[in-house]
C-alpha cells in the first residue's frame, strides 16, 4: 500500500508545491494549514509518517510532537529555518526522527522519507519474506529481544514501542554488550550524515528509551551511564 505522508505548515506555497512532488514519487498526502487541526487527524488517525513546521499558528509543531508522542511513535521530520538551532535540537530531544532545514531541496526531503519508511518498513513484515543481511537477525540479550527485521522490540515478553532514532540508538547498544559506546557513535548510527545533534540530545533520547522500558518494567537498568564517556548495555 501507498505510504501516507502528513504535510503540517503553514505556508501554503510549501504545502502546494510539496504535495505535487510526493504524489509525483506516488505518495498520498494528507494536508493542514496548523498544529491543531493536525492534532485533531492524526491523534486519531495517524499517517505512515509526519512532516512538521516548527513555527504555526494555534499549535506550533513542538507542541504538537508532544502530544503526538503521546498516541504515535510514527516517525517525524520536522522543517526548520536556519535561525532555529535551538528549536532544532529541541525537536529532536522530545523524539522526531530527523530535521531539514528551510528552504530544503524537496528531493532531499523526498530522499529523507524513503529512508525512515525503509527503516520502518520491516515491522509490517514477517520474517520468513525477507532474508536478514549480517547484522539483522534477531537479537537476543538477557530479557530483550530485538528484531530488527521487523523494527519490534520486546523485554521479558512484553512489547516496548520505539521511534526509529530510539530503536537505531537501542540496537547500536545491545550488539556489543559491555562495550562502551560513545554519544558521537551513537549519533552516527542514528542520524544522517549531515545531521549534527549535541550530546543532551542523545542524552534525552537515552532518558526516553529508560523511561519507555521502565514502563513494562520498574527494575530496568541494562543501559548504564559511563559520566564523560558514553553508555553501555549490559545483559546481566
Known amino acids: 500500500m501507498t505510504a501516507q505522508i502528513a504535510l503540517v505548515d503553514d505556508d501554503r506555497n510549501i504545502l502546494t508545491s510539496v504535495t505535487i512532488a510526493l504524489e509525483a514519487e506516488g505518495f ?28 504555526m499558528p494555534r499549535m506550533d509543531g513542538m507542541e504538537l510532537l508532544r502530544k503526538l508522542r503521546e498516541v504515535t511513535d510514527m516517525p517525524v521530520i520536522f522543517l526548520t529555518s536556519k535561525d532555529e538551532e535551538i528549536d532544532q535540537l529541541l525537536g529532536l530531544r522530545m523524539g522526531a526522527d530527523d530535521y531539514i532545514g528551510k528552504p530544503f531541496s524537496q528531493r532531499l526531503l523526498i530522499e529523507r522519507i524513503r529512508a525512515l519508511l ?5 515491522n509490517k513484515r514477517e520474517p520468513e519474506e525477507v532474508e536478514a543481511e549480517p547484522g539483522e537477525e534477531v537479537m537476543e540479550r538477557g530479557r530483550l529481544v530485538l528484531d530488527p527485521m521487523r523494527h519490534r ?11 526509529v532514532t530510539e530503536f537505531l540508538i537501542l540496537k547500536t547498544l545491545a550488539q556489543h554488550p559491555g562495550h562502551v559506546k560513545s554519544r558521537d557513535q551513537l549519533m552516527d ?21 529508560r523511561k519507555k522500558f521502565r514502563a513494562v518494567a520498574d527494575d530496568f537498568d541494562a543501559i548504564e551511564t559511563l559520566y564523560g564517556v558514553g553508555y ?5
Not at 545531521?195 to 528509551?209: E, F, G, Q
Request: charged residues 35%; without cysteine.
Open 189 to 209: 548510527a542514528a542520524y544522517s550524515d549531515d545531521v549534527y545533534v549535541d550530546d543532551r540530545t542523545i542524552d534525552s533520547h537515552i532518558k526516553r528509551l
Open 28 to 55: 498520498r498526502v494528507r494536508t493542514y494549514p496548523d498544529g491543531q487541526k493536525a492534532w485533531e487527524a492524526l491523534s486519531k488517525n495517524p499517517a505512515d509518517l509526519a512532516v512538521l513546521d516548527i513555527k
Open 232 to 236: 553501555r548495555y549490559s545483559d546481566d
Open 118 to 122: 525503509r527503516r520502518m518498513e520491516m
Open 153 to 163: 522490540v520486546t523485554w521479558a515478553g512484553k512489547d516496548v514501542t520505539l521511534t
